[in-house]
């Protein structure tokens, strides 16, 4: 008999959850549990698990996530129509969302199941009831409606997307959102001196200005100790960047990077950048098997262009990955132009939504998902020969 279970918090999960087969990092506890123990304050994490029996045969990472307006706008306009839109989005979006994956971090880590003990659409099935479930028990402890369902985020290729009768049955819409950039590191590639020849000579002479604008910049990995005594600047650095984002939907907590490095060990890597001692920029990894997770970085919004720090860390990015023998590093879906400019390339990538007020057409849905994650024009650079 098929049926699912919804936990609370980490300790609650079966032991069977870290047998299943899935490689992803971010379905295994140690990652849930530094996100658990560090996560922002709007968002809750829930996890399910489906049972044939007594035998785990699929999981899921449910969030609920609370959304208002000082959370999505991070800057303000004095714009008279600007405010207006802004004002009508909030109402639309403000208040609970359930999404089926993490919010966190761009790419599907948010579902597995095991294909030879059930199909994909019976999984769906279950997820569907756990929501429904979640939702009732949201509304009764804390009094707050749904009020936005999302499964996210899935390649073209996903065979999430044969499962249509499943996603019209339950009102899901598709929506495309900006690409994942995903870098491919040549078999052949072993060093960084590799990657710097592959380069066309305008990209190439790129790479050695860049170099030599940072290399006054001290470059070193910080172990625990050391991120838990930056903990305010490394904040304070992340803040600086994520703040200048404009819409987002949630902020990080302070020791949201001690708790992962705690957790995750050394496959939770953070890099910093000082000058004349004092840090001033950083970046983190998360090692996913055989793929290189980019994850949050900060910076001195000041020294940013003088030292073309943000160039920079994504150059040692590449060659972290090159001379550890990783096969792919996943840049996420931000700054496209320049992360294609160092070999990055762009994966589309697909939603589900529904919105809960049945008085809310979908074509409004859509204009507000494509305002708050819209697909900008772009020129996707080709920097090797």
């Not at 409606?145 to 044969?162: C, L, V």
Request: net charge positive; proline share 3%; with cysteine.
């Amino acid at each position: 008999m098929i049926h699912f279970n919804i936990y609370n918090n980490i300790d609650e999960l079966p032991q069977a959850w870290n047998t299943l087969a899935t490689p992803d990092v971010f379905l295994k506890t140690p990652f849930l549990k530094a996100l658990e123990t560090s996560s922002p304050s709007n968002i809750t994490s829930y996890y399910l698990c489906v049972f044939n029996k007594n035998k785990l045969i699929g999981i899921a990472i449910l969030q609920r996530v609370q959304m208002y307006a000082d959370d999505i706008f991070r800057k303000t306009s004095d714009h008279r129509l600007m405010q207006m839109a802004k004002q009508l989005i909030a109402k639309i979006v403000k208040g609970n969302a359930i999404i089926v994956g993490n919010l966190m971090h761009t790419g599907q880590h948010g579902l597995f199941f095991v294909a030879e003990e059930i199909t994909q659409g019976l999984f769906l099935n279950q997820v569907n009831l756990a929501i429904e479930k979640l939702s009732k028990d949201i509304k009764k402890t804390f009094n707050k409606k749904i009020r936005i369902i999302a499964f996210k985020d899935y390649f073209e290729h996903d065979p999430i997307h044969s499962n249509l009768d499943f996603f019209k049955a339950h009102n899901l819409f598709k929506v495309q959102v900006q690409p994942n950039m995903l870098f491919s590191i040549p078999s052949t590639w072993t060093m960084k001196e590799d990657y710097i020849s592959a380069f066309t000579k305008k990209y190439r002479d790129r790479y050695k200005r860049a170099r030599k604008k940072g290399a006054i910049l001290q470059y070193k990995e910080l172990d625990l100790e050391a991120i838990k005594r930056h903990s305010n600047t490394l904040y304070k650095l992340y803040e600086n960047v994520s703040d200048n984002a404009g819409v987002n939907s949630f902020k990080l907590s302070p020791d949201h990077f001690y708790s992962l490095k705690v957790h995750l060990k050394d496959d939770f890597k953070v890099f910093g950048y000082y000058l004349n001692n004092e840090l001033v920029g950083f970046y983190t990894l998360i090692i996913n098997n055989n793929e290189l997770e980019t994850y949050f970085l900060g910076y001195n919004q000041e020294l940013q262009h003088k030292y073309q720090m943000y160039l920079n860390m994504l150059y040692d990015m590449v060659n972290y990955g090159i001379e550890n023998k990783f096969k792919t590093i996943v840049f996420a879906r931000t700054a496209m132009e320049i992360k294609s400019s160092i070999g990055a390339k762009p994966h589309t990538m697909h939603i589900y939504l529904n919105h809960t007020n049945n008085f809310i057409a979908n074509t409004l849905l859509k204009f507000i998902v494509k305002y708050m994650n819209p697909i900008r024009e772009w020129q996707e650079r080709h920097p090797f020969k």
